[in-house]
């Protein structure tokens, strides 16, 4: 029974996932450049977090505590986030806009950044609500540096 119900729990998430991420992927794919992709990519992804996180009123904590039973599954996630964003930095390399480098690992930095930055209120904020965070400051922070990061592979 209980292995039943975490082959099912698995398969919500990964139904969940693949919503996501299809929806990122549309939400991008209309911008002209890869700096807009780019920024828009972690915009779309903080206030997509932002939004399920208020939609269930768990405490920080609880939400900590579910991270790690939940961890692997959210490291495929994780990882085809840094393949979507590889590919549009990728894009800006062939387009000449980006310098050369390795996309993957441009990616895998501007993400690790934005969790970083998310889950560092999260631990310092452990006992109120997760909707009683301010998500604004924390957008503007992940966007501020990205934007630094852009212009340092930028032409």
Known sequence: QRQMCIR?????????SE?????????????????EKILRFLQFRAKEFMQLMNLHQVSIQAFLEATS?????????????????????NEGIEQGVFIECDPKKVAKSLLTFAEAVKFREFHKNKNIVI??????????EILFTAQIIINGISK
């Open 8 to 16: 099912d729990s698995k398969d919500v998430v990964n139904y969940e």
């Open 19 to 35: 919503q996501f991420l299809n929806a990122l992927q549309k939400e991008i794919e209309s911008l002209k450049t890869p700096q």
């Open 69 to 89: 039973i939940v961890s692997e599954m959210y490291q495929e996630c994780f990882e085809k986030e840094i393949d979507l964003l590889a590919q549009v930095i």
């Open 131 to 140: 909707s009683q965070i301010d998500y604004s400051s924390i957008e503007e």
